[in-house]
Structure formats: structure tokens, C-alpha cells
């Protein structure tokens, strides 16, 4: 009863409860494109929306995917034991997609500075869609590979993490498909947190 299939959702709407009441996803058809459709994302909690475009033509990072909805609703109920509500925290989100769980901590929490959705090139301009479409201010698009050159330059142009009193909460959800992508993944988590 859990699961959410998104291959369900091809009607011209539909609605989609977590499964606890709490956040509910809706999807609207696009009037440009049948494969790109406007999401509507709501905390019954925190009692916020999050608009969301996506472009499942595009690939797998150009789509909202079960895990990031479940991943919200886990930070939404957890978020006090996961971080202190009198510290401020950066977030990193790693392989983004089109952004959900990135956004949904920073209109949720004013403890959240700067948040960083990273993911390939070619999630970068629905994922600035996406922040703009929401007006988050503090959220930036970053493309970041894992496991290569590419860490070094993402950490060279983030001022916070030189002198960062706290480590930044590294977040990610259902962005690990193929196994060859194991050990890069586990090794970009272990430069972030070490």
C-alpha cells in the first residue's frame, strides 16, 4: 500500500496521498507536452506547496521519482532528531533529479541556509526552473559527477564549505540505478562528510 507507482499516474491528473495523510502529490497535465506535466507538491504538516515541472523525455534525472516523496516525508517527520532546531545547516543534495527534496527543507525550515542540488548537466536547467518556480533564494543548482574532478570543483566554489562550523546533512534519494555507480556515490558522501 506504501508504494507509489508513477507509471499509474499517465491520466491528465491524478492525486497521490504518502500513504500517512500528511503530503499529498498531485500531477496536471502540461498543455506543451504529454510527457512534461506540473507537480504539486503539499505538506499537510508544514502546510507548504512545492511546484515542480518535469520532463520524463529527457531521461531518468528529468523525473520525480517515489523515493524523493518518502525521503520528504521522513525529514518532515525526523528533521528534529536529525538536526538541532538551533543550528543553522547547509544541505546537499545529491543526484537532485528535479530538485523535490532540496526545495521541500528549504521552504520548510528556517534552520536551512543554503541548500545545493547537484546532479548531472542535464537535470541543471529544470532543476533552476524549479528554484525560480518556487522562489527559493538559498537554493543553488550545481552539476556534480560523483567520484571525479568534478568534487573538487564544486567544493572550490562553495564558500561554506571552507569554515563550516557544521558538516552540511548530504541528502539523496532514489539516484543510484546501476551498480557501477556504487563506489563513486559512496566515495562523493565520504568527501562531503569527512
Keep these: 500500500d506504501d508504494i507509489i507507482s508513477l507509471e499509474s499516474l499517465d491520466s491528465d491528473s491524478a492525486n497521490v496521498d504518502s500513504g500517512?495523510?500528511?503530503?499529498?502529490?498531485?500531477?496536471?497535465?502540461?498543455?506543451?507536452?504529454?510527457?512534461?506535466?506540473?507537480?504539486?507538491?503539499?505538506?499537510?504538516?508544514?502546510?507548504?506547496?512545492?511546484k515542480l515541472k518535469q520532463n520524463k523525455l529527457q531521461g531518468i534525472a528529468t523525473q520525480l521519482w517515489p523515493a524523493a516523496i518518502y525521503l520528504c516525508n521522513y525529514l518532515e517527520s525526523n528533521f528534529n532528531e536529525?538536526?538541532?532546531?538551533?543550528?543553522?545547516?547547509?544541505?546537499?543534495?545529491l543526484g537532485a533529479g528535479i530538485g523535490l527534496c532540496g526545495i521541500f527543507l528549504s521552504k520548510c525550515y528556517?534552520?536551512?541556509?543554503?541548500v545545493f542540488l547537484t546532479d548531472l548537466d542535464i537535470?541543471?536547467?529544470?532543476?533552476?526552473?524549479?528554484?525560480?518556480l518556487n522562489n527559493i533564494e538559498l537554493a543553488r543548482a550545481v552539476p556534480l559527477e560523483w567520484g571525479n574532478?568534478?568534487?573538487?570543483?564544486?567544493?572550490?566554489?562553495i564558500p561554506f564549505i571552507q569554515g563550516c562550523k557544521n558538516k552540511p546533512l548530504v541528502i539523496a534519494a532514489d539516484c543510484?540505478?546501476?551498480?557501477c555507480l556504487f563506489v563513486p556515490f559512496l566515495t562523493t558522501i565520504k568527501q562531503f562528510i569527512s
Excluded: H
Design 82 to 93: 536529525i538536526i538541532s532546531t538551533n543550528d543553522y545547516i547547509d544541505v546537499i543534495e
Design 123 to 132: 537535470a541543471m536547467p529544470l532543476l533552476n526552473d524549479n528554484i525560480s
Design 176 to 179: 543510484v540505478y546501476w551498480e
Design 149 to 157: 574532478e568534478s568534487f573538487e570543483r564544486f567544493i572550490s566554489c
Design 110 to 114: 528556517s534552520n536551512v541556509r543554503n
Design 20 to 50: 500517512d495523510g500528511n503530503n499529498i502529490l498531485t500531477l496536471e497535465n502540461n498543455t506543451y507536452d504529454s510527457d512534461s506535466r506540473e507537480l504539486l507538491y503539499e505538506s499537510q504538516v508544514n502546510k507548504i506547496t512545492i
